[in-house]
């Protein structure tokens, strides 16, 4: 049991939870632009009552669109975990807590706070969203990917040894 709780990384864990909280941001920010003309047109509130069904059907997709990037970044963190030796049980623990934070725990808060239509940069052009879910997407693979976060992990799984 103790050399099972050796395998945990911190730094991994850590910096892969962003990543894949930039990720689940990223693909619902894109998730936007799926029916952009009736989500944001002049009679926005007129829509949300006469065209419920379309509203929630498109919040749905906005939502299961966070989910694939769920998946997507769980993916990328396990393909380099597995490439760079890391237990594989690091990736599973982030998965399963941004999976319950996301769904369960959170989603109410953080889609009143974060996850409205632009976010805090209250973008409302598509060009906008296109941008700010692509840049989020980047940076969520450059936590993941880059050559300098993946010699500073392993500079944690060095020294603990």
Not at 60 to 68: C, D, K, L
Not at 85 to 93: A, K, L, M
């Amino acid at each position: 049991m103790r050399r099972f709780f050796s395998n945990f990384n911190a730094r991994l864990m850590i910096i892969h939870s962003i990543a894949f909280c930039l990720f689940i941001w990223g693909f619902e920010t894109l998730a936007f632009l799926h029916d952009y003309d009736f989500l944001f047109s002049v009679a926005q509130h007129i829509n949300r009552i006469t065209f419920r069904d379309q509203f929630n059907a498109d919040l749905e997709f906005i939502v299961q669109a966070g989910n694939i990037g769920l998946l997507v970044a769980y993916v990328s963190s396990w393909v380099v975990s597995n490439k760079r030796n890391w237990h594989w049980v690091n990736s599973v623990i982030i998965f399963v807590l941004a999976f319950l934070l996301k769904n369960f725990l959170l989603s109410s808060f953080l889609d009143k706070t974060f996850l409205t239509p632009g976010g805090p940069f209250k973008i409302y052009s598509i060009s906008g969203h296109l941008l700010l879910g692509i840049a989020l997407i980047a940076l969520g693979s450059l936590l993941i990917f880059f050559k300098r976060i993946i010699r500073f992990i392993d500079a944690a799984r060095k020294t603990a040894k």
